[in-house]
């Protein structure tokens, strides 16, 4: 698909994981993706901080799954 086809504006998602595995509390995956002619910026700041259990994802993870799902 063509980038540049989708029109400009702020599109936004949220994802819910139940637990991070050690402590029963909720997760929140927010993404909120804003596209600019033929640029596209992914804001995750409106997710859950870092959690106890091994649920974290570092940048270079964050960036590849990014990149996978712009590729597919």
């Keep these: ?10 599109y936004r998602s949220k994802a819910f994981v139940d637990s991070d595995g050690v402590v029963n509390e909720p997760l929140t995956i927010a993404l909120a993706v ?5 640029t596209l910026s992914f804001d995750f700041s409106g997710s859950s901080k870092p959690c106890t259990g091994p649920m974290n ?3 270079a993870t964050t960036l590849s799954s990014v990149y996978l799902a712009m590729r597919h």
């Design 57 to 59: 994802s570092v940048l």
């Design 34 to 38: 804003e596209k600019h002619g033929d």
């Design 1 to 10: 698909a063509n980038i540049s086809a989708i029109p400009d504006g702020i």
